[in-house]
């Protein structure tokens, strides 16, 4: 099958899905495109065990050689990542988030690492009662990929969700900066499992070199492509020169082993800095905010029409679906400590600090970039039950949580009638 033939399959399914999930379940685009898929999946694997081979011959293993065809880890870490981080920051309120500099700084660094040794330790303890091995590197693993919050599903969430503006920098800021740090923690763990770190510290200071380039590589393109669109007049040369920001400077820092991901995060935030400080007409800003719009939703459809469709891809056994509850219960409950610990210290640095733990905790979304580390995993590492684990909480956290953000939001109005302080 072509790549042309695939891509269309995956944009007509997103297309067909997200017109039933508006047009009769009443349900967000995203949620409704991945429930709708995931039942479809789930009805195939059951037409195949109920009708015989020869009238539907080949149903199922068609399904998994069409996903077979789909590299998932490349296509989300060196393909769809880059854009989709560069939309969301492009589109950050920077005064927002300029005042919640403090709160991001903490929950994306010591939060997230919070979260990734709670939560491993959760697991390892946790894992051994329902009779399953549950050594630490796995545990850590697992805790690496899955404690940062995923930009992507969150990012969609406050897009639709009627969050204040301080939790949506709160929450936003966090999702595109503790990647960072999950990634810095998932690569030490590969180089643990491989044997081939050199030393801690050595290894540190090289991470901490890759984040201070690709931020700095993102900032110097962003400068220069904001002066050169601050020499036309035609919103479609600066449309190109953002496609190229985007797509080039993840491009390069991949090729210059600098962070990626914190390359498109800076060149986002960045470009719309510069762009305020040139005086852009407004008409120009409004065009680029409805195009990175347009490319952050039919990207976040295909995505979730893919997220669906691994749940055929994926071994799930009466042991693996128990670590799936379990991982559940577990991120869930660490999140809700690690958020009350770090808004608790905010409000003793800074008192008239405002926040909701309750929004906070059930905003901190997983989604496709947990699941595409999540099969980067060594096979010998527990990788089985970590793809169950991290795909049962994908599938709680953008159908519950994100579904159910609306409620969230106004329980906490009706209780205090405005978002309340930590």
Same mark, same amino acid.
């Given at each position: 099958?072509?790549?042309?033939?695939?891509?269309?399959?995956?944009?007509?399914?997103?297309?067909?899905?997200?017109?039933?999930?508006?047009?009769?379940?009443?349900?967000?685009?995203?949620?409704?495109?991945?429930?709708?898929?995931?039942?479809?999946?789930?009805?195939?694997?059951?037409?195949?065990?109920?009708?015989?081979?020869?009238?539907?011959?080949?149903?199922?293993?068609?399904?998994?050689?069409?996903?077979?065809?789909?590299?998932?880890?490349?296509?989300?870490?060196?393909?769809?990542?880059?854009?989709?981080?560069?939309?969301?920051?492009?589109?950050?309120?920077?005064?927002?988030?300029?005042?919640?500099?403090?709160?991001?700084?903490?929950?994306?660094?010591?939060?997230?690492?919070?979260?990734?040794?709670?939560?491993?330790?959760?697991?390892?303890?946790?894992?051994?009662?329902?009779?399953?091995?549950?050594?630490?590197?796995?545990?850590?693993?697992?805790?690496?990929?899955?404690?940062?919050?995923?930009?992507?599903?969150?990012?969609?969430?406050?897009? =639709?969700?009627? %969050? #204040?503006?301080? +939790?949506? @920098?709160?929450? /936003? !800021?966090?999702? *595109?900066?503790?990647?960072?740090?999950?990634?810095?923690?998932?690569?030490?763990?590969?180089?643990?499992?491989?044997?081939?770190?050199?030393?801690?510290?050595?290894?540190?200071?090289?991470?901490?070199?890759?984040?201070?380039?690709?931020?700095?590589?993102?900032?110097?393109?962003?400068?220069?492509?904001?002066?050169?669109?601050?020499?036309?007049?035609?919103?479609?040369?600066?449309?190109?020169?953002?496609?190229?920001?985007?797509?080039?400077?993840?491009?390069?820092?991949? =090729?210059?082993? %600098? #962070?990626?991901? +914190?390359? @498109?995060?800076? /060149? !986002?935030?960045? *470009?719309?800095?510069?762009?305020?400080?040139?005086?852009?007409?407004?008409?120009?800003?409004?065009?680029?905010?409805?195009?990175?719009?347009?490319?952050?939703?039919?990207?976040?459809?295909?995505?979730?029409?893919?997220?669906?469709?691994?749940?055929?891809?994926?071994?799930?056994?009466?042991?693996?679906?128990?670590?799936?509850?379990?991982?559940?219960?577990?991120?869930?409950?660490?999140?809700?400590?690690?958020?009350?610990?770090?808004?608790?210290?905010?409000?003793?640095?800074?008192?008239?600090?405002?926040?909701?733990?309750?929004?906070?905790?059930? !905003?901190?979304?997983?989604?496709?970039?947990?699941?595409?580390?999540?099969?980067?995993?060594?096979?010998?590492?527990?990788?089985?039950?970590?793809?169950?684990?991290?795909?049962?909480?994908?599938?709680?956290?953008?159908?519950?949580?994100?579904?159910?953000?609306?409620?969230?939001?106004?329980?906490?109005?009706?209780?205090?009638?405005?978002?309340?302080?930590?």
């Amino acid at each position: 099958m072509s790549r042309l033939e695939l891509f269309s399959i995956l944009v007509t399914t997103a297309a067909l899905f997200g017109w039933a999930s508006r047009r009769w379940l009443k349900l967000p685009l995203t949620i409704g495109t991945m429930v709708l898929t995931v039942a479809a999946a789930l009805g195939l694997l059951g037409l195949d065990q109920i009708i015989p081979a020869h009238l539907i011959p080949g149903l199922h293993p068609w399904a998994l050689h069409l996903l077979g065809e789909i590299d998932f880890e490349n296509l989300i870490l060196h393909g769809m990542l880059g854009l989709l981080l560069f939309a969301g920051a492009f589109l950050l309120d920077l005064e927002a988030l300029a005042k919640e500099k403090l709160a991001v700084a903490l929950l994306s660094l010591p939060g997230t690492l919070l979260s990734f040794l709670a939560t491993a330790a959760l697991m390892h303890w946790l894992l051994p009662l329902l009779g399953m091995q549950a050594p630490w590197l796995p545990c850590l693993f697992f805790g690496a990929l899955i404690s940062p919050t995923d930009p992507i599903a969150v990012l969609e969430m406050l897009g =639709r969700a009627g %969050v #204040s503006r301080n +939790l949506k @920098a709160q929450l /936003a !800021g966090e999702s *595109l900066f503790n990647d960072g740090v999950g990634a810095v923690l998932f690569i030490a763990l590969l180089e643990v499992s491989r044997g081939t770190i050199a030393s801690p510290i050595h290894f540190i200071l090289l991470q901490v070199f890759k984040a201070a380039a690709g931020l700095a590589l993102g900032v110097l393109a962003s400068w220069f492509s904001s002066w050169m669109m601050s020499q036309v007049d035609a919103y479609q040369v600066e449309i190109l020169f953002t496609i190229s920001l985007a797509v080039g400077t993840y491009a390069l820092a991949e =090729r210059l082993h %600098v #962070s990626a991901p +914190l390359t @498109a995060v800076a /060149a !986002g935030i960045a *470009l719309r800095h510069f762009n305020l400080r040139h005086h852009h007409d407004d008409i120009s800003h409004t065009r680029l905010d409805r195009f990175w719009e347009v490319i952050d939703e039919v990207q976040n459809a295909i995505l979730f029409v893919l997220l669906g469709l691994e749940i055929l891809a994926i071994p799930f056994t009466r042991l693996s679906l128990e670590s799936g509850l379990v991982a559940i219960v577990s991120v869930s409950v660490v999140r809700f400590a690690v958020v009350a610990a770090i808004l608790m210290l905010l409000r003793l640095l800074q008192p008239s600090h405002q926040s909701s733990i309750r929004t906070l905790t059930w !905003g901190g979304l997983r989604g496709g970039l947990a699941l595409a580390l999540a099969l980067a995993v060594p096979a010998h590492q527990g990788r089985a039950w970590i793809l169950v684990a991290t795909y049962s909480l994908i599938l709680f956290s953008i159908v519950f949580q994100g579904g159910s953000m609306d409620v969230i939001l106004g329980r906490v109005a009706r209780k205090q009638g405005r978002e309340p302080r930590a």
